[in-house]
């Protein structure tokens, strides 16, 4: 059994930042792929970015060039810097590491202020 929990959410302003970051309970970065992943009102969860065990990452076009995903293996955290905020990136986000372990975070509340 892991255990993620994600923090560093909140209410930001438009054009501000935020950095989140998802923790896990044992060391596992360094062997699985991880996601955040986000969920606005009446939406269905999207992928934000993801990041492989050997260091790729991809984004969603909507946040391309604004946020990154980095891994820190010895601290077992996965972050998500997030710039450039915008209204629309108001949504819960959510950590996911994927299979064969499938385990989602909490979520956090990111809300951003136009």
């Known amino acids: 059994q892991v255990q993620l929990v994600e923090s560093g959410g909140g209410l930001v302003q438009h054009g501000g930042s935020l950095r989140l970051s998802c923790a896990a309970s044992?060391?596992?970065?360094?062997?699985?792929?991880v996601g955040w992943y986000r969920q606005a009102p009446g939406k269905q969860r999207e992928l934000v970015a993801r990041?492989?065990?050997?260091?790729?990452?991809i984004y969603a076009d909507s946040v391309k060039g604004r946020f990154t995903i980095s891994r820190d293996n010895a601290k077992n955290t996965v972050d998500l810097q997030m710039n450039s905020l915008k209204p629309e990136d108001t949504a819960v986000y959510y950590c996911?590491?994927?299979?064969?372990?499938?385990?989602w975070g909490q979520g956090t509340q990111v809300t951003v202020s136009s």
């Open positions: 996911y590491v994927y299979p064969p372990l499938g385990y």
């Open positions: 044992r060391s596992i970065f360094s062997i699985y792929a």
């Open positions: 990041i492989t065990s050997g260091g790729s990452t």
